[in-house]
């Protein structure tokens, strides 16, 4: 019996060649082979007999080799063997061009199961595949997995792998799933789910199959949240001795919503424990969650802690120094920032103050999770926007410092039924308020035809003083001159548009991108072409308008996020999405966006409207990849196992080995310790 997490070559016939070809489909272990599920499935079930067969539709016939297949050549580099076959409704002309050997493999007076589509005119087939009739069927008679494949791998290599995989090792596969809840869900044990998924006997068990490993992967997230729970249950912290905002909010010009007050009290409640904080706080964009986490930095780092504050670009990250740093000056706090792209003198500096304590406040992007940036004394770690970041980014901060307070801030793109498995783990406050005076965006959809009336409404933003963004799908210009990219467009306005406006350019590819935004908030540009750079954070109250160019290209949730970039201020604003794209689909979508402003209701929208894949694809949501498992089409799944996993005893999980070793692989080892 194979070790599961044997490697590839521990099959006979793999040797470093092969194996590397697997690697290039992530396949290293004989496990990785059992869980390369397939990606489709071709149906070769159908017997039909000769007379039967249609024109362009694949089907499967036995027949009777009638003729000595013979080859002859067409022209340089082409040949073809031609061979009749036949049964009791009649005969069919055979043709494999470029395939000699056939001629030796059938062979005359024998039967065989053919696989192949009659061509248009209904009088011969080409290149059919075919088995010996009294075999077993692989190539026909079955529903054959269609694998993803990479260079040197056939389908039918990869298929035989996976079958030789599971000879050698299902048997010693141990069932994640305890046995109690197979019954209780009817699910298919572990043994006969692989065996279905890779090799069907019917679409009834291939279905069964499938959601028994839907069930296992949801089951197995779930036991990681809730072992990530008790594994933090037993971390003790220092109570915080200061846990009063007051000083800091007295500093404020405008006076904290209720919603936003709610949030800092039960921060506050959590800083005064002597067990970690793991909250969630929920806010649409522009509800104001940077003060509220200062707020709980503030408290943190007047009980003699430091504070990191990670955002997901250098912008958000260096807008945040920005407002936050003067304002904790003023308490005697000290700010650093640590980016990717700051000098490296700089950079070594900004370190030092974190490392040594002298900065208390410390703000950066993915730098904070570097070797080189370590803490004097980290007791809060906030992530801004962390439906950008993973579960495990999170994880990897909070363990620079030991017991550290660990506060979530996102704008939720996220729609509700499902934040509660993304953000399982943790306690949730919701601000579901915007500061007083905020006025819904106005948003408009328009096409080309309304161009110079966009223009003219842009001139109008400017010349009462306010400032536009234009947000473009693309950088450069492509093959695609539908698809309006940055540079040009923003060269185009400047120069023939609006040559008596100024207009800056920003996009990700850009050197100096905190400069532009800092220069353009200050007020020294009146339009901003830019790319989706400005999607999350960026907040400039001036700015009023904003055009997004080819607006069917983005996703609802982004639009909603590009769209809060204005009406940050006291003043109307605006959003227009330009859009070429008539079909229905995309104005329903397009026109859910101008129909509200609650970004909660987007979100559902959008995963209705567009499906996992896309709202997914974007890969911005910190869920562990699922294999097999699709997040809306199977949420019932998802809820009976969370159920599952709710009804168990956490011990039981504890002393499951492979359940541990499954959590481990999903969440990264470093994340769930082994007691
Ligand atoms: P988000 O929740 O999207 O991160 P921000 O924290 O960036 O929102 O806040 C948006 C804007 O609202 C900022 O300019 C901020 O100064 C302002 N703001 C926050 N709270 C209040 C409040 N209670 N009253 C007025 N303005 C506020
Ligand atoms: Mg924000």
Redesign the pocket.
């Known amino acids: 019996m194979a070790d599961l997490f044997a490697p590839v070559t521990a099959l006979k016939g793999v040797g470093a060649a092969r194996a590397a070809q697997l690697a290039q489909l992530g396949i290293r272990t004989l496990y990785d082979l059992l869980t390369d599920f397939p990606r489709d499935y071709e149906d070769r079930t159908a017997l039909r007999a000769i007379a039967d067969l249609l024109p362009e539709q694949n089907a499967c016939f036995e027949a009777m080799v009638v003729t000595q297949p013979r080859t002859s050549y067409i022209r340089q580099g082409l040949d073809c063997t031609r061979v009749t076959v036949a049964d009791q409704t009649g005969r069919l002309n055979l043709a494999y061009f470029n395939q000699r050997f056939v001629a030796e493999q059938l062979v005359y007076g024998q039967r065989y199961v053919f696989y192949g589509k009659k061509d248009e005119n209904g009088l011969s087939m080409a290149n059919p595949v075919f088995e010996a009739a009294d075999s077993v069927g692989v190539l026909t008679r079955r529903i054959l997995p269609v694998y993803r494949l990479t260079a040197g791998v056939s389908n039918k290599l990869l298929g035989k792998l996976i079958l030789q995989a599971m000879d050698a090792c299902l048997a010693a596969l141990p069932d994640v799933i305890p046995a109690p809840l197979q019954a209780r869900f009817r699910l298919t044990d572990a043994n006969r789910a692989y065996r279905q998924i890779h090799n069907p006997d019917s679409y009834a068990l291939l279905q069964d199959a499938r959601r028994r490993l839907v069930f296992e992967e949801f089951f197995v997230f779930s036991a990681g949240l809730s072992l990530l729970r008790a594994q933090r249950d037993t971390v003790a912290c220092q109570p915080c001795q200061t846990v009063d905002p007051t000083p800091f909010l007295q500093l404020l010009p405008?006076?904290?919503?209720a919603a936003?007050l709610r949030a800092i009290g039960e921060i506050c409640r959590d800083l005064a424990a002597s067990q970690p904080m793991n909250r969630l706080v929920q806010?649409d964009?522009?509800?104001?969650?940077?003060?509220v986490a200062a707020a709980a930095a503030y408290c943190v780092i007047k009980s003699g802690h430091q504070a990191a504050l990670m955002a997901p670009t250098e912008i958000l990250a260096e807008q945040h120094a920005k407002t936050l740093a003067p304002l904790m000056a003023q308490l005697g706090i000290e700010t650093a920032c640590i980016t990717g792209q700051l000098p490296a003198a700089e950079k070594r500096r900004a370190q030092q103050r974190a490392a040594d304590g002298s900065a208390q406040l410390i703000i950066g992007t993915h730098a904070l999770l570097s070797e080189n940036t370590t803490f004097h004394d980290l007791a809060l770690v906030i992530t801004d926007e962390q439906q950008r970041f993973g579960v495990s980014q999170r994880a990897r901060l909070t363990a620079k410092g030991s017991g550290v307070h660990l506060l979530v801030l996102s704008?939720t793109p996220i729609p509700r039924t499902l934040s509660l498995i993304l953000y399982g783990d943790l306690d949730l406050s919701v601000i579901d308020e915007r500061?007083?005076g905020r006025q819904e965006v106005d948003t408009f959809l328009v096409s080309e035809r309304l161009r110079s009336r966009v223009n003219a409404f842009i001139r109008k933003q400017v010349a009462a003083h306010h400032q536009v963004y234009i947000v473009c799908p693309a950088i450069e210009q492509t093959d695609d001159a539908s698809i309006k990219a940055a540079e040009a467009w923003a060269d185009a306005l400047q120069k023939h548009l609006f040559p008596e406006l100024r207009v800056a350019l920003l996009h990700g590819r850009m050197k100096d991108k905190e400069q532009v935004m800092a220069d353009f908030s200050a007020g020294s540009a009146d339009v901003l072409v830019a790319t989706t750079v400005i999607e999350v954070?960026v907040?400039v109250?001036n700015a009023t308008l904003i055009v997004i160019e080819n607006a069917d290209r983005f996703g609802l949730s982004q639009l909603h996020q590009l769209r809060?970039r204005v009406g940050?201020g006291k003043d109307q604003s605006y959003c227009i999405l330009v859009s070429e794209n008539s079909s229905f689909e995309t104005k329903q979508r397009l026109k859910a966006l101008c129909d509200s402003n609650d970004g909660f209701r987007i979100a559902e929208q959008d995963l209705a409207l567009r499906g996992p894949g896309d709202f997914f694809g974007q890969r911005q949501h910190g869920l562990p990849e699922f294999k097999v498992a699709n997040l809306s089409a199977d949420l019932e799944t998802l809820k009976q196992a969370q159920q599952a996993c709710a009804d168990c005893d956490m011990a039981q999980f504890v002393r499951s080995e492979s359940l541990l070793a499954r959590v481990r692989a999903l969440f990264g080892a470093d994340e769930i310790a082994l007691n």
């Open positions: 405008f006076q904290m919503t936003q806010g964009v522009g509800s104001g969650k940077t003060l704008a500061p007083p954070g907040d109250p809060g940050r």
